[in-house]
């Protein structure tokens, strides 16, 4: 079982930048495409970002487009996002895992807030 584990989040200023960390452990990490999601209380998780496993082709959400750069390390089994220009509406919990299809069990994901 593919077990995922987020951090690198924590309080930044608007306009600051955070960059996340999701590292797999449990499958073979190379050969997933991997995505990171946002959470806010009351609200459905969403999609942020996706990057595939054999091309490396990415894919971003409209609001986060030319502001988050999501790469990944297969030999480090991790996968990153970059955040700059951060607003409050970024703050969330971010996760990382499969995409399109997630694995069943998410990690505990990483607490982002811009705040002031």
């Known amino acids: 079982q593919v077990q995922l584990v987020e951090s690198g989040g924590g309080l930044v200023q608007p306009g600051g930048s955070l960059r996340l960390s999701c590292v797999a452990s449990?499958?073979?990490?190379?050969?997933?495409?991997m995505g990171w999601f946002r959470q806010t209380p009351g609200k459905e998780r969403e999609f942020v970002a996706s990057?595939?496993?054999?091309?490396?082709?990415?894919y971003y959400a409209g609001s986060v487009k030319g502001r988050f750069t999501i790469s990944r390390d297969n030999d480090k089994n991790t996968v990153y996002l970059q955040m700059n220009s951060l607003k409050p509406e970024d703050t969330a919990t971010y996760y990382c895992?499969?995409?399109?299809?997630?694995?069943?069990?998410w990690g505990q994901g990483t607490q982002v807030t811009v705040s002031s």
């Open positions: 449990g499958g073979t990490f190379k050969i997933f495409s």
């Open positions: 990057i595939r496993s054999s091309s490396g082709t990415t």
């Open positions: 895992n499969r995409h399109p299809t997630p694995f069943p069990s």
